[in-house]
């Protein structure tokens, strides 16, 4: 058995049901705390509305994207509608939808990110212009141990550089590791529309 395996074996062992369905999709876990994020004042959730193309991320084994992939986001009653769509490792089209919606009386403006296939997560929009970019980050506390989900997308297949920096360093300012980013490559051919 893997270090990775036993870690989650022994945070199920420990915690019980609570984390059984982040041991069945095996997130990586690490040692460490969640750093305190907050969401950008004032999030208007429906200027989040369109298209959101994935630019960088932190690797995770829950999402099946590994090229190609954006998510659109449509406003309704309150929430998000996000459909997801990308490219897996055979390179076939896949698609996930879901929800992403603000969580009533959270002081640091956690919203729910519910989509097919991950478990719910608590997610952070740390920085949006709205028209350009938008940062999301995720952290699931456990005893000891963290799990981390990131996501920078932009409005545009290939974004000027400096804001995609906009997002690195507002996560930076908060603590995050910016520097376990990979980026999601974008083909020319990836869409059709
Ligand atoms: C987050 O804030 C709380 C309360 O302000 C504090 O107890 C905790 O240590 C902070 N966590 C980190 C990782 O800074
Ligand atoms: C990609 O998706 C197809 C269709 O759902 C599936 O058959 C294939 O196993 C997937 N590839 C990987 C590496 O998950």
């Given at each position: 058995m893997g270090v990775a395996?036993?870690?989650v074996v022994l945070v199920v062992?420990?915690?019980?049901?609570?984390?059984?369905?982040?041991?069945?999709?095996?997130?990586?876990?690490?040692?460490?705390a969640c750093p305190n994020v907050t969401t950008q004042p004032n999030l208007d959730q429906q200027k989040l509305e369109g298209q959101w193309y994935h630019i960088i991320r932190f690797p995770t084994n829950e999402e099946p994207f590994v090229t190609c992939t954006r998510s659109a986001y449509t406003y309704t009653d309150g929430y998000l509608e996000v459909k997801?769509?990308?490219r897996n490792a055979s390179d076939v089209g896949v698609t996930r939808?879901?929800?992403l919606g603000q969580?009533?009386?959270?002081?640091?403006?956690?919203?729910q990110l519910d989509m097919d296939g991950m478990p719910p997560l608590r997610v952070w929009v740390v920085y949006t212009d709205y028209t350009s970019v938008a940062c999301l980050y995720s952290c699931s506390q456990f005893p000891g141990l963290r799990a981390e989900w990131a996501w920078v997308m932009s409005r545009t297949v290939r974004p000027n550089v400096k804001v995609v920096m906009r997002c690195r360093t507002k996560l930076r300012q908060l603590k995050v590791n910016a520097a376990k980013f990979k980026r999601v490559p974008q083909r020319s051919n990836c869409y059709t529309n």
């Amino acid at each position: 058995m893997g270090v990775a395996a036993a870690v989650v074996v022994l945070v199920v062992a420990v915690l019980g049901v609570a984390t059984v369905s982040l041991a069945e999709t095996s997130t990586l876990l690490e040692v460490g705390a969640c750093p305190n994020v907050t969401t950008q004042p004032n999030l208007d959730q429906q200027k989040l509305e369109g298209q959101w193309y994935h630019i960088i991320r932190f690797p995770t084994n829950e999402e099946p994207f590994v090229t190609c992939t954006r998510s659109a986001y449509t406003y309704t009653d309150g929430y998000l509608e996000v459909k997801t769509e990308g490219r897996n490792a055979s390179d076939v089209g896949v698609t996930r939808s879901g929800v992403l919606g603000q969580m009533p009386d959270s002081p640091s403006g956690a919203l729910q990110l519910d989509m097919d296939g991950m478990p719910p997560l608590r997610v952070w929009v740390v920085y949006t212009d709205y028209t350009s970019v938008a940062c999301l980050y995720s952290c699931s506390q456990f005893p000891g141990l963290r799990a981390e989900w990131a996501w920078v997308m932009s409005r545009t297949v290939r974004p000027n550089v400096k804001v995609v920096m906009r997002c690195r360093t507002k996560l930076r300012q908060l603590k995050v590791n910016a520097a376990k980013f990979k980026r999601v490559p974008q083909r020319s051919n990836c869409y059709t529309n």
